[in-house]
């Protein structure tokens, strides 16, 4: 009796990815669809410019922009739902996307959410309706990431009642602003806030930039930065202020007043802690970038997969050319990716989920808002980066047609080149991950806690004892030699959660001790320097290990929607999606393990050969999971994911086949040399009997 092979239900897995905001998300992709908001390939960028502006007053027009803000003014006060369908725009054409988030995800949720309500009466409805565009003027070419040393500053006049913005060096000049070089009439300018000759750190004002007719205003000077790598569609440029002068009312003050005597006061009394509370209400910026990223990845993995089950190249043993996608290499090239792509559109759900808890205010704690950052600088520089070195794989997996311009790939490579450094450069962002998890460990001894020493020591001890290969040796006499038991100990999700957070916390505790014991006994003038010093020297150790617990999250968001499923096929196979996955990491990661005695000798050989197990099962499902991405055609738009290839396949075939049947396929030379070698050989063996 042989039992039938799993099946993936495409709807199911399509209903889990498209999560919480089912609806908001298939909106979005129908309204996308329309070939009014589609990139023009080879358009050129002025023209390009002009299309982003109008497809965004289409966007208004339809209320599809409206959805986070409040009620009262015409939205919905629906925050996630927002972020959701702002993801599905990517593939429509980025630059409209990113033009869309320049004007209400950034210019107006910085009204939003910094100002206070009459702000939001007096500036919102226009910003939502786009009669004023706007720019948000944060980034500075002299300090990029490092916001908080920003050189622009606002100095308040309390006889005039006004705030003074200037960029007093050109290293303070805003740069790389969406809107600034041509269609933005305003900006939220982010500057020192000095009062009494008290500089309270930074703040955001609101500054009109430019009038209607797109004449500049008064000491302030733009200048357009012209062509990039990509996104053209978006008019970025820089922007300089000189001495101009502001109502005290455009401080948009939820955060931080200022009298109009000069009395400056702020419901938070650290100066840190009002900063990062500032920017952190600006976190959905990196949230959207998340998903957007996610959603490339999606894109190009239908399209190579798609392509690569249906192209052929060398001929096989039936005669018969063989489908890429039956190569081993080929499978090892797209099939791991594909479940990274799975775990990372789960755990961009979470995020997600968590970011409009905070923001509708459903669980709106300082512990979640904590949370909330720290996930989103933790899975936007995985997920950005992935879809670069995801884009570029696919793109080489379909080989020349990969190239062209209407299969898709270059052009989203290119225009997300600049995701994994915009809202946050990747590496920043990770070492604030890093930063916080180095915390979290600290604060299991912030009690002077013996017990929790203790631990930590044996924890060490553990270490110390596994480098010396015991709990290695220990794993190969478990295993008695067998492959099979090698890889079992492997499998299971305790087993693979073990590994991995085991991982995570093994090199925090290393770089914190080292950390401590670069400042042991030091005297207390060179603390701070030594300290510094020991810090720069973990720091890509730090990132390494924020980008393991990272990984780990996305592992526990994908086996999390793995135990929901009641199909069994579809339960079976997401399982080796997702085995495929963390075991991936593993193989990825397989040197750190073997140092640190994790695993031995015998059981990471065993994972490799299982891992190329797991790529071939979930070949035999590929086309059903990236058909569960559920792209449209409109917005998928790659010529080589139609099934032209097939049917270019099926002709080719069909013509062979009718010439050999007519008789009149010619012979190869070498089936001829073969048939003559052949005669010769029985005319020879007919002589040595004669």
């Known amino acids: 009796m042989t039992t039938s092979a799993p099946r993936v239900n495409v709807q199911l897995v399509a209903d889990a990815l498209l999560g919480k905001w089912k609806a908001e998300r298939l909106e979005s992709r129908a309204l996308a669809s329309d070939e009014r908001f589609h990139t023009i390939h080879g358009q050129p960028m002025d023209e390009h410019r002009i299309r982003a502006l109008s497809q965004l007053q289409q966007l208004a027009d339809a209320g599809a922009v409206q959805r986070a803000f409040p009620s009262s003014l015409g939205g919905n006060d629906n925050h996630g739902g927002n972020v959701a369908a702002f993801e599905e725009l990517v593939l429509a054409d980025p630059s409209m996307q990113i033009k869309a988030g320049v004007q209400w995800g950034l210019f107006g949720s910085a009204i939003l959410h910094l100002g206070t309500e009459e702000h939001h009466k007096k500036w919102l409805p226009a910003v939502m309706d786009l009669s004023l565009p706007g720019a948000f003027a944060m980034t500075e070419i002299g300090h990029g990431s490092d916001v908080a040393s920003v050189g622009t500053t606002a100095t308040y006049d309390p006889e005039a009642e006004e705030f003074e913005i200037h960029t007093p060096f050109k290293g303070a000049w805003k740069e790389f602003l969406g809107n600034a070089a041509l269609h933005g009439q305003a900006a939220v300018v982010f500057a020192q806030l000095i009062t009494k000759g008290v500089n309270h750190g930074v703040h955001a004002?609101?500054?009109?930039?430019?009038?209607?007719?797109?004449?500049?205003?008064?000491?302030i000077g733009s200048e357009d930065d012209g062509v990039k790598g990509g996104l053209n569609g978006i008019d970025n440029g820089r922007l300089h202020f000189t001495h101009v002068r502001i109502p005290r009312e455009n401080l948009l003050n939820r955060y931080g007043n200022v009298e109009a005597d000069g009395t400056y006061s702020s419901p938070i009394e650290s100066p840190g802690r009002r900063f990062f509370t500032m920017i952190g209400t600006l976190v959905q910026g990196r949230v959207s970038l998340d998903g957007s990223a996610v959603r490339a990845m999606q894109a190009a993995l239908t399209i190579a997969i798609r392509y690569g089950n249906e192209r052929r190249q060398f001929p096989g043993a039936s005669g018969r050319e063989i489908v890429l996608l039956d190569y081993g290499q080929h499978q090892r090239r797209?099939?791991?990716?594909?479940?990274?792509?799975?775990?990372?559109?789960?755990?961009?759900?979470?995020?997600?989920?968590?970011?409009?808890?905070?923001?509708?205010?459903?669980?709106?704690?300082?512990?979640?808002?904590?949370?909330?950052?720290?996930?989103?600088?933790?899975?936007?520089?995985?997920?950005?980066?992935?879809?670069?070195?995801?884009?570029?794989?696919?793109?080489?997996?379909?080989?020349?047609?990969?190239?062209?311009?209407?299969?898709?790939?270059?052009?989203?490579r290119a225009d997300l080149d600049i995701y994994v450094t915009f809202e946050g450069d990747n590496n920043v962002l990770l070492q604030l991950v890093g930063k916080r998890l180095l915390t979290d460990y600290a604060d299991q001894f912030k009690d002077g806690d013996k017990a929790a020493y203790a631990r930590a020591a044996a924890s060490q001890l553990g270490d110390r004892v596994s480098?010396?290969?015991?709990?290695?040796?220990?794993?190969?006499?478990?295993?008695?030699?067998?492959?099979?038991?090698?890889?079992?100990?492997?499998?299971?999700?305790?087993?693979?959660?073990?590994?991995?957070?085991?991982?995570?916390?093994?090199?925090?505790?290393?770089?914190?001790?080292?950390?401590?014991?670069?400042?042991?006994?030091?005297?207390?003038?060179?603390?701070?320097?030594?300290?510094?010093?020991?810090?720069?020297?973990?720091?890509?150790?730090?990132?390494?290990?924020?980008?393991?617990?990272?990984?780990?999250?996305?592992?526990?968001?994908?086996?999390?929607?793995?135990?929901?499923?009641?199909?069994?096929?579809?339960?079976?196979?997401?399982?080796?999606?997702?085995?495929?996955?963390?075991?991936?990491?593993?193989?990825?990661?397989?040197?750190?393990?073997?140092?640190?005695?994790?695993?031995?000798?015998?059981?990471?050989?065993?994972?490799?050969?299982?891992?190329?197990?797991?790529?071939?099962?979930?070949?035999?499902?590929?086309?059903?999971?990236v058909d569960a991405f559920g792209i449209p055609a409109e917005l998928l738009r790659a010529e080589i994911a139609t099934g032209i290839e097939a049917e270019r396949q099926a002709e080719a075939h069909a013509y062979v086949e009718a010439q050999r049947a007519a008789g009149t396929w010619p012979i190869h030379e070498k089936e001829l040399r073969a048939q003559a070698k052949a005669e010769a050989k029985a005319e020879t063996k007919d002589a040595a009997r004669r």
């Not at 808890?357 to 300082?366: I, N, R």
């Not at 600088?377 to 070195?389: F, H, I, N, R, V």
Request: glycine fraction near 8%; aromatic fraction near 6%; charge should be negative.
């Open 205 to 219: 004002f609101f500054v009109p930039i430019r009038t209607p007719g797109g004449e500049m205003m008064p000491g």
């Open 467 to 625: 480098r010396f290969g015991l709990r290695q040796l220990g794993q190969s006499i478990a295993d008695l030699g067998q492959m099979a038991r090698s890889i079992e100990s492997l499998r299971t999700s305790e087993a693979q959660r073990e590994l991995l957070t085991d991982r995570v916390e093994t090199m925090i505790a290393e770089i914190a001790s080292a950390l401590r014991d670069a400042t042991k006994d030091v005297p207390k003038a060179e603390r701070a320097q030594r300290g510094e010093d020991a810090f720069n020297a973990q720091q890509h150790k730090l990132i390494q290990a924020a980008t393991a617990h990272v990984e780990l999250l996305q592992w526990e968001a994908l086996t999390e929607e793995v135990e929901k499923l009641t199909d069994a096929g579809t339960k079976q196979v997401m399982t080796w999606v997702r085995d495929l996955f963390g075991l991936g990491l593993l193989e990825r990661n397989m040197t750190w393990f073997l140092v640190h005695g994790r695993i031995s000798g015998q059981r990471a050989e065993a994972l490799t050969a299982y891992v190329d197990r797991l790529i071939s099962r979930v070949r035999d499902h590929a086309v059903d999971l």
């Open 334 to 412: 797209l099939m791991p990716r594909l479940a990274q792509a799975y775990a990372m559109a789960f755990a961009s759900e979470r995020l997600l989920t968590v970011f409009d808890e905070v923001f509708s205010g459903a669980k709106d704690t300082d512990e979640n808002r904590e949370d909330l950052e720290t996930l989103a600088a933790g899975l936007k520089p995985l997920s950005t980066w992935a879809a670069l070195d995801t884009l570029q794989e696919a793109r080489e997996a379909c080989g020349g047609a990969g190239f062209m311009a209407k299969n898709r790939l270059t052009g989203l």
